[in-house]
């Protein structure tokens, strides 16, 4: 390579090639994180497809778990595991943040279902998301939540738990209209995470879950792992609805930094849960997988917190990988030939067109003499000063095109 730009250790020009390569290596992690710089672009989501393909058939993977909601993702596995429904139903209640409009994910999810008719259900490839339900400014009511750990703790915990009747817990709860206040989200005083009820509501969910967790031994035995894991998600979920009420009640100059750890503490526990099941490729955000601290501008203040895959790496070592992507050229997203004193202009001047998977520890010294490289949009996020320190390795997509990724793409890759 010129310039010290170091040889990339996978080089491919098409999807299958790229994901075959990754999924041949002699070790893989239970967990692989995949980043992408920006959402919206399919092209980063057939390289997941492709991807994922790939480690089911060579290594062995069942899940993929996407930055939407964990609680809605259950429509799309039941979905892809062969039960009846619309694919654009599914699409449109299974993937938050309008993340079921995209090529890319009506593909993965075609695929899945695909094979899965060839598969026993216990070997049934399996869909997740692993966000907590909420948008970045608003939350639900952690009334479903609550509603199905009850009902599960009713139905199949001793008497001598001497569960408090839902009555009590859904006047507690009461109407739905303030828990979804859309002025909430600038005004804290709108918010309902101060009101006592929620104090109530939080002690009780506390008590339900531990109870839940004093049974789990002997369920394990009477029941499927999946109706478990059920009962252990609305638990998780009823308790991180009720703190993000709760922070966003806060009338604090931190409030949103408070709110961005929270969510990302939530989906560190979502994926841990998840990947108990197997080896996981888990697609979301640069700023959710990288290995340490997150940064994004928000208005004239820059939050920072430990994002998802810093309290994965911490706690999995090394059965957490990260793959970061990076774009050099995109111009129907405004991104031009990037200038080639950044890393990006840098890799893309040096290599040729394709997709190029580089030691993010070997890209370090070529960083050493870059600037990074500035942003036209809030939505791309370029690879910053520390975010070589924060994964293993980078997936440069040279060139992307608007042809490269149509509209009405469904093959997986």
Do not use: K
């Amino acid at each position: 390579m010129t310039s010290g730009t170091p040889a990339p250790l996978i080089s491919a020009t098409d999807h299958r090639a790229l994901g075959d390569a990754v999924a041949a290596r002699p070790r893989l992690p239970r967990v692989l994180g995949l980043g992408e710089p920006m959402h919206g672009e399919d092209e980063f989501l057939l390289v997941r497809n492709a991807l994922f393909a790939a480690l089911v058939d060579q290594a062995g993977f069942t899940t993929i778990a996407l930055e939407s909601s964990v609680w809605h993702g259950r429509v799309v596995d039941a979905y892809v595991r062969g039960g009846d429904g619309d694919e654009d139903d599914v699409l449109a209640t299974g993937l938050t943040h309008e993340f079921g409009t995209f090529a890319g994910n009506r593909a993965l999810v075609r695929w899945m279902r695909e094979q899965n008719r060839h598969r026993p259900p216990g070997e049934h490839l399996r869909f997740a998301g692993f966000d907590a339900p909420v948008e970045m400014a608003a939350a639900p009511s952690p009334r479903a939540a609550l509603q199905e750990l009850h009902d599960f703790l009713r139905t199949h915990a001793h008497d001598e738990l001497d569960l408090p009747p839902w009555e009590g817990i859904d006047r507690l709860l009461g109407p739905e209209d303030p828990w979804i206040d859309p002025a909430a989200a600038m005004d804290a005083t709108r918010s309902i995470g101060a009101d006592p009820r929620v104090h109530a509501l939080r002690a009780l969910t506390d008590d339900l879950r531990w109870a839940l967790t004093g049974e789990i031994p002997r369920l394990r035995h009477e029941i499927s792992a999946d109706d478990l894991d059920n009962a252990l998600l609305a638990g998780r979920t009823a308790a991180g609805l009720l703190a993000y009420h709760s922070v966003m009640a806060r009338d604090t100059e931190h409030r949103w930094q408070h709110l961005s750890a929270l969510r990302d503490a939530l989906m560190a526990d979502n994926v841990q849960a998840i990947a108990d099941r197997g080896p996981t490729l888990v697609f979301g955000h640069n700023l959710h997988v990288r290995a340490g601290a997150a940064r994004m501008a928000f208005g004239p203040a820059t939050l920072r917190w430990q994002p998802a895959g810093a309290l994965l790496a911490d706690r999995l070592g090394d059965d957490y990988h990260v793959i970061a992507c990076a774009l050099g050229e995109a111009a129907h997203r405004d991104l031009a030939d990037p200038p080639v004193n950044t890393v990006e202009g840098a890799l893309h001047r040096d290599l040729p067109p394709g997709h190029h998977l580089l030691s993010a520890q070997a890209l370090r010294p070529l960083q050493q003499r870059c600037v990074p490289r500035v942003s036209p949009s809030y939505n791309y996020f370029p690879i910053d000063e520390t975010l070589l320190d924060q994964v293993d390795e980078i997936l440069f997509l040279h060139t992307i095109t608007a042809d490269s990724t149509t509209s009405d793409r469904t093959s997986v890759w």
